[in-house]
Structures are given as C-alpha cells and as structure tokens.
C-alpha cells in the first residue's frame, strides 16, 4: 500500500494497526512516556522552540539538521499525554531519517495510524500540524545553509 | 438512593447548591454506595495517566458524540454507555476533568439531555484535585454493568438549534469566547485548531463574556456575588431572562450554562451546541464584527 514509507514509520503504523482500538490507545499513552527530555543545548532555550498552533495543547518543536540528518525534538506538558504520544511518534519516526526522506513523508501519515476512532479525527489533526512544521523547518533551515 | 449533598459553606449562596461538590466532600465520600465519580477530558489519554480512585471514564469525542452524525447519542446508545459503566438512573454522578472542568460540564449537560437527576461538578476538576496531592491511580476501574433505562433526549429546554437562535433574537445571547474570537480576529480559541467556521465574528446582539470569568485562579466557580457582578451587573442579565450561550462547539458555552443555571439559578438557558462553527459557517444568518454587541437584525 504505502510501502515508500521510511521503515521507522512504517513499522510504527503495523504496530498501530495489529492492535484492537483500546489497545492503540494504550500504545498511544507508551508513545507519551517514552518522548525524551530536551537535550541540554535546547533546555534554556525556548526562543529555538516552534510552538505547534494546530495542537489543542502547548507543545513546541525543534528540528535540527545534522549534514543531511534529521533531529527532532519535542517538549509538552505532562497533563496533556495525548500531544505528547503524538510529539514522540514523530520525534521516533523521524529521527536519523535524512532531510529528503522527512520531506516525502505522506502529509496524510497521521492519518494512516488508525487512531480516528479511538481518538477522534479531531485530535489526529494536531498531529498532521506537527508534521508539516517540521517539514517547513527543514526546508528553511536547508535554505539558510 | 442519592448521596448526601455536601453543606460546604462557600456553596450556601449558589442557587442549587446540591449541583456542586468540594475535593474535601470527594475524598471524604469515595466509595460510598450510589456514588459514581467520572472523569471527562478535553486530553483522551489524560485519565490512563492516573485518576481519581474508582473513577470511571467518559470521552466527549468518542463516546458521547454520535460517531456519524453532528449530534450527541441517542436514548439506547446513552443507556448503553453509562449503564456499561455502573451508572444506574439513580445514582450519584459527579464529573470532574481537566482545563477548569469544560469537558466535564459539557458532560454534566448531557447527561441533563437525558434527564438523569442527580449529577454534579467537582468544583475546581482535576487540576485542584492534583494541586491538594491527593490519590490518584492508573488501575482502570472495574465497573460493574448495570441496567439503565433507555430515556428520550429533550432537546428542547437545555438545548438550541441555529433556527432556535433566529427566533431568540432580541433576548439575551451570551458569547462565551475569547475577545479575540468575538470580534472576529480569529475563529478559534487562541492557540487551539482551525475548526473550520468560514467567517468571523458574533452573533448579533450577543454580549461577550469569556467563560473563564466565572473561575478563580485556582479553577474553583467564584463566589455568587463576583458571578452576579460578571453576569447581572456587566452582561445585563435580569431575573427570568431566557438566556441562549454559544462558543465554538458549545463545550465552553456548557460551562457558562452550568453556572447560570445551578450557581445563578436562571431558569430558562439553552446552550446553542452548533455554536460558532455551525453560525460562522452557515448561509445568510446575521453577523457582527468588531467588539461591540452590535443591534438586533430587523425581521
């Protein structure tokens, strides 16, 4: 189907999709704990920080560009568990995958989780912001380079 | 058979006291026969990192919308969602959740639809909840089903619809958004999603009071005389007034129905669910832009 996934983000999806809905919620809420801490480069300051407008709660994004490799980071609040499994999808999906590879990811990859149901289409959307903020991140940091 | 309400001296002056309940009431009660506590959240996973001992969960999005159509569930589906988690028609039902009990309210309010009788509001949801350091768990509540009956929704005394709102024009509109919102900059909250309403702005003559006038720092409802200055003094609401609120999707507006109506004791307010995304998006209703209410449009 979508096999030109990068293999980081087409296994997240087969592991979504093997389970029953209440279960993607619980791996959804694994996602939530497993986002890492900022590195301490970051860590004082939020000025690099992006903040995602699509979400319904405050989370903010950084990628970096290493050569041609990805690094994303991400940091939300601990009360809003939900963002913050959407934040580390992404950050885990992403990471190490070269800038080209991040700019081909289908816009619609949120989508592809199988989470409307168990979380609501709404939702999923926050994550679809996420995603295409890091996109425009890496084609103007590429740009200033 | 109900649970004792709670006599907590800052709620004597409320209209309907027995709608509300302290933490200090909560903890002191947990697992008193009849009592149901449910946790509902703007976050779905929010309630899995921990809640309050024995709460059950109600997710707006996934459980009380109908999954197809712009509307909440129907008689069978409500009996079937709350009976499947201990809720008898009887029992004790007290809801609390996050960002100043919104979701929690807009809850409280269907759970009006369906006439149940006895459902109340933590006052300050989870956040004061958590802010005291009170227990939590992540052990997901073994609820035992029972039986509910299945109860037609009324949608005509708590509720409006768009052509509800045309005719209501030139009684009392209160438009619980953000000043941001109401002037119409923007059609969402700050910092919240597009949600799709193609036009900006309030509806005529309604008068603008964000809903989070009605909560004190620490997310508690504020006490009658601060909500009389917020509600009869500055919005101009008179004793027997039917007074229709609106927001963006009407979860907003659910609290400010909820303070009208149990703290302020209005008789007669609907909440407009269809809200800003259903008036900003439909054809030839009047609009007004800017920060003033604006007149009532001739008919």
């Known amino acids: ?50 903040r995602v407008e699509e979400c319904q709660s405050p989370v903010f994004i950084v990628v970096e560009l290493d050569g041609e490799t990805v690094r994303m980071h991400a940091t939300a609040p601990r009360e809003s568990p939900t963002t913050r499994g959407f934040a580390s999808i992404l950050v885990q999906g992403l990471s190490g995958l070269s800038a080209d590879d991040v700019l081909a990811v289908p816009p619609d990859y949120p989508q592809m989780l199988g989470l409307n149901e168990a979380v609501s289409p709404l939702r999923v959307r926050g994550m679809s912001g996420m995603l295409s903020r890091v996109k425009r991140q890496i084609a103007m940091k590429r740009a200033l380079a | 058979m109900p649970v004792a309400t709670d006599p907590a001296a800052q709620f004597t002056g409320f209209a309907h006291p027995e709608r509300i309940v302290s933490t200090d009431w909560l903890a002191a009660h947990l697992g008193e026969p009849g009592l149901v506590v449910v946790e509902s959240d703007e976050d779905v996973l929010l309630y899995e990192t921990g809640h309050i001992p024995g709460a059950v969960k109600v997710d707006w999005h996934t459980e009380l919308n109908d999954p197809v159509t712009r509307d909440y569930i129907d008689g069978a589906g409500f009996a079937a969602l709350v009976g499947g988690k201990g809720i008898s028609r009887d029992s004790t039902v007290v809801i609390y959740g996050d960002k100043n009990n919104w979701w929690a309210a807009y809850a409280l309010w269907v759970f009006t639809l369906f006439g149940h009788e006895d459902v109340r509001l933590l006052d300050g949801g989870r956040a004061k909840w958590e802010a005291e350091g009170r227990e939590y768990t992540t052990e997901k509540a073994a609820a035992q089903a029972v039986e509910y009956p299945v109860v037609e929704r009324d949608d005509t005394t708590i509720r409006a619809f768009k052509d509800d709102v045309l005719e209501h024009l030139g009684s009392p509109l209160i438009d619980v958004r953000s000043p941001e919102e109401f002037s119409g900059e923007r059609t969402t909250a700050p910092a919240y999603p597009e949600e799709g309403a193609l036009r900006g702005g309030h509806i005529p003559s309604a008068q603008n009071v964000p809903w989070a006038k009605a909560v004190a720092d620490d997310g508690t409802f504020r006490p009658p005389v601060e909500l009389d200055e917020v509600y009869r003094a500055g919005a101009g609401l008179a004793e027997g007034d039917p007074v229709i609120a609106y927001c963006r999707i009407g979860e907003r507006s659910s609290h400010t129905w909820f303070v009208l109506t149990h703290l302020l004791g209005f008789e007669n307010v609907r909440n407009y669910d269809g809200s800003w995304t259903e008036w900003g998006s439909a054809v030839r209703v009047p609009i007004v832009k800017g920060s003033e209410p604006g007149p009532v449009p001739q008919r």
């Open chain 1, 1 to 50: 189907m979508t096999s030109d996934l990068p293999e980081s983000l087409a296994e997240i999806r087969d592991d979504f999709l093997a389970l029953s809905q209440p279960d993607r919620l619980q791996l959804l809420l694994e996602f939530s704990g497993e986002l890492p801490a900022l590195p301490e480069h970051l860590k004082d300051h939020p000025d690099l920080l992006e």
